[in-house]
């Protein structure tokens, strides 16, 4: 078992990373069983692009993140910049989105981000 590395589902401490991508852990075969529909979409993006342009971090400030485009079928890997927050207690690095709130044709659609209160599959309803 990987130290330091908790269940993607239930966040167990007790989790293997996955084989193939190296991103997900699970600690048990129900686990990884119940992920996999959505571990699916970008396993392969993972672990074909941790050889490419994904291997290195731009720079401190940057964190990989999954981005579902409007005007396309699949999600695809981004590396999204951000800004810390001066004014909060815990640091908070805001993520700087602008360019991808954008659909090409049209104006700027606008962010919307709201911190998601609970998981129903980790067993945390919404509060």
């Not at 600690?27 to 672990?47: M, N, V, Y």
């Given at each position: ?22 991103s ?49 079928n ?38 919307g ?15």
């Open positions: 078992m990987d130290i330091d590395v908790h269940c993607t589902i239930c966040g167990s401490s007790d989790a293997r990373r996955c084989a193939r991508c190296h997900a852990a699970y600690c048990s075969l129900e686990c990884q069983q119940t992920d996999w529909r959505t571990h699916r979409l970008l396993c392969a993006k993972f672990s074909e692009q941790a050889q490419g342009s994904f291997a290195s971090r731009p720079s401190p400030t940057h964190y990989l993140a999954i981005f579902f485009p409007m005007d396309k699949r999600p695809s890997l981004v590396w999204v910049n951000t800004k810390k927050d001066k004014y909060e207690v815990k640091p908070y690095f805001h993520p700087v989105l602008d360019q991808l709130l954008h659909i090409p044709g049209n104006e700027y659609i606008g962010r981000l709201r911190q998601v209160q609970g998981n129903l599959l980790r067993g945390r309803p919404s509060q």
